[in-house]
């Protein structure tokens, strides 16, 4: 049996997303996700509204409060539309993407969906992937994101993900995804990076990861896994995604990558 990395490790100090993503809820000023220009002063949100002035002659007070009420009440239903154009926007833009030279990955924040009968769903991860269209072109940095590949890592295999992101374990390989279960995802630690990959029945896009990347996206995915699970910060759940590893692999059932590439 493996030894427990996390054995050792401090674990005064957690990671717990919840908390994170409340701080987020109740500050009005949202940090830039890296990579995009930050729009705040642009944002009807965080500028200064002029507040109604009531004068003090009696025939206007009534007005005054009417308008006030009014524009109160603008101000409150505004400012919910916004609030919702937020949270797209910022599940929408919130990724990791990697390019290479024939192909480019992004990994954004994704739901599963609604089963039938249930009315919640699951943080995950969405995997995209694109090819690049003038690749032999050094200049040419398009990718043809119009024909992207999208495969969405189910709850019950993004542990297994992390586990190969942080280190735990070498590979992993899923399969059968889609309509027509003919899409999948393969990812393997190697000596300069990991590899990673998307593909589907026309073929595969394909990224090389250095370490700090690595790092990054395994510790994205983790943030995502965890906002699942309320009351159990990283600390814990990376200790059980290692026993879940020790596990899968005593038994012969852990997901290892085929046809490892050298």
């Known amino acids: 049996m493996q030894a427990d ?23 009005t000023e949202q940090v830039p996700v890296a990579g995009y220009a930050s729009e705040q002063p642009n944002n009807p949100l965080h500028r200064t509204r002029p507040h109604s002035q009531a004068h003090g ?4 007070n009534t007005q005054g409060q009417q308008s006030a009420n009014i524009e109160m009440a603008n101000n409150q239903h505004y400012q919910g539309q916004n609030q919702d154009n937020d949270s797209g926007n910022e ?65 019950t295999e993004l542990p297994v993900v992390i586990a190969v992101f942080l280190g735990i374990t070498s590979s992993c390989q899923f399969m059968n995804h889609g309509q027509n279960k003919d899409k999948g995802f393969n990812f393997e630690r190697q000596e300069d990076g990991l590899f990673a990959s998307v593909f589907h029945k026309g073929g595969s896009m394909a990224v090389k990861m250095d370490w700090p990347t690595t790092l990054n996206i395994g510790h994205f995915m983790l943030a995502q896994y965890t906002s699942n699970f309320a009351g159990l910060g990283s600390d814990i759940i990376l200790r059980n995604i290692n026993r879940m590893c020790q596990d899968m692999i005593a038994c012969n059932k852990f997901p290892v990558k085929t046809q490892q590439r050298k």
Do not use: C
């Not at 990395?5 to 109740?26: A, L, T, V």
């Open 57 to 60: 002659h009696p025939h206007n």
């Open 5 to 27: 990395p996390f054995e050792n490790s401090p674990r005064q100090n957690s990671f717990n997303n919840n908390y994170g993503r409340q701080q987020n809820i109740n500050n």
């Open 91 to 155: 599940r929408d833009y919130t990724m990791f993407p990697v390019y290479s030279k024939r192909a480019a990955l992004q990994f954004k924040l994704s739901e599963t969906r609604k089963s039938q009968g249930r009315n919640f769903s699951f943080d995950t991860i969405m995997i995209e992937g694109a090819v690049r269209i003038n690749p032999n072109d050094n200049n040419d940095k398009r990718y043809d994101w119009s024909k992207k590949l999208s495969v969405q890592i189910m709850l």
